[in-house]
């Protein structure tokens, strides 16, 4: 069985290759492609993910190129993981929206809207080499913003689900607190990527989440940076990316008195490939825990297996609504349970949506409708629009400002932007 990776020199890698080594029961690999432009972090990042498969014992073979065709030629799956403009374009996504007062993330808000643009037209190129040289594979976009990117590989006729590891982390932190194996819960998780709630949590079937609240309320509300208080009130676990919106001021000052995450990031893949240099380095470093991406080796070996063993059990991924939640159009991506198998993924039904989180639902899948027309067609217009209807901005002249500043710091990522 071969994998292909799509971004294979990112510092993300060998959290992947762990999973692949100690899960190779699950998804039996024989080859892993590594595909990436950067034919220097791809020599560091393959070699330690030899050195890591040959620790374990897995026979699988790592092949590193920078030639998508090649890399992706005979593959039964294909991860896309790859970030266009590096840590440098993350960094203005998280700081240039600062400027006019709003939050700078790099999903999320203007940042979201700027990492589309750049993001969706060189994924929908990739996928259409997917579709030529492994027309049967099942591509999984773990790419950000995963809602938009999903979305674009669907409407372009792609075999393609939307991956993210915000669930999956719930779920390993609540077994934590429960004290039981993390197959033992699932969740009652509903929303879109980036902006979900959990509203129940299932152990052995039973909901246990007003257990959990009760009895680790103030460790939850830790993780996720927001008050007790309104964690105890709604009664739901908002994820951390909520926070930018119930604490969006506050989210503000605090980012605008320290360095951003992508500074963070940059010095710590510095160090990683540093240790992925090393050939005496042959397991996961300590420090790519700090690097984000938790559990996202276990969520991908999962929906790959379901999708190619066609298990038929519930995973948490990114899927159209098809009617799932009947206030957002059918076309839209959602982020639900659904049982994935040989054909997809089928989402589950979905208890009806108070209208506390469906507004906000419904308001943020309008924008992503409007962000994706943006990143495809492209346009002044179309860009201002959607920073207009999202919730974290919608003001004319700070839509205004935001268009501009955007556009000029992304230019040559966008080929439509005239001087």
Known sequence: MKLAVVGGGSTYTPELIDGFARLRDELPLTEIALVDPDPTRLELVAGVSRRMLARAGHRARVVATSSVEEGVAGAQAVLFQLRVGGQAARDVDETLPLQCGCVGQETTGAGGLAKALRTVPVVLELAEKVRRHAPDAWIVDFTNPVGIVTRALLDAGHRAIGLCNVAIGFQ????????VAPERVSLGHVGLNHLSWERSVLLDGADVLPKLLSEHGQAIADDIGLPLELVGRLGVVPSYYLRY????????????????????????EAELLKLYADPAVDTKPDLLNKRGGAFYSEAAVALIASLLGDRGDAQVVNVRNEGTLPFLPDEAVIEVPATIGATGATPLPVPAVEPLYAGLIAHVSAYESLALEAAIHGGEGRVRDALLAHPLIGQEAIAADLTRLLLAANARHLPWVTA
Request: aromatic letters at 10%; glycine letters at 4%; charged letters at 30%.
């Open 245 to 268: 919106f119930y604490a969006h001021d506050i989210v503000v000052e605090e980012q605008r008195a320290k360095p951003s995450r992508a500074a963070e990031v940059a010095a710590m």
């Open 172 to 179: 390993r932190r609540f077994a934590a607190h429960l004290g």
